[in-house]
């Protein structure tokens, strides 16, 4: 069975950076998307970024071009999200989800294995 367990999360200051770490316990599939979302309060879960698993490719949605950069340790299991230049607006409860089916990256109803989530909060 998989588990996902999040890290990283923390308050910081508009401008401050913090990488947030996904660990991965169990077996996925070797062509799979591993991806960060968020959920900020009283809004949709939604994509932030994603890497596919078989080639290292990144993917990235609007809001975090230029800012945030996925990668993975294949060896540690474990996928990471560096965000930099970090606003207000990037607040919410950031998940890492695995179990890619079907559909879009940036889709919550795409995957079947969700963290417990990790909050960031940016102070302006």
């Known amino acids: 069975q998989v588990q996902l367990g999040e890290s990283g999360g923390g308050s910081v200051q508009a401008g401050e950076s913090l990488r947030l770490a996904c660990a991965v316990y169990?077996?996925?599939?070797?062509?799979?998307?591993w991806t960060w979302f968020r959920q900020a309060p009283g809004k949709e879960r939604e994509g932030v970024a994603a890497i596919y698993t078989a080639f290292g490719t990144p993917y990235y949605a609007d809001s975090a071009k230029g800012r945030f950069t996925i990668s993975r340790d294949s060896a540690k299991r474990t996928m990471y999200l560096q965000m930099n230049d970090l606003k207000p607006e990037d607040t919410a409860m950031y998940y890492c989800a695995a179990g890619f089916r079907r559909g879009a990256w940036w889709t919550p109803n795409a995957y079947t294995i969700w963290g417990q989530g990790t909050q960031v909060t940016v102070s302006s």
């Open positions: 169990g077996y996925t599939s070797p062509t799979n998307y």
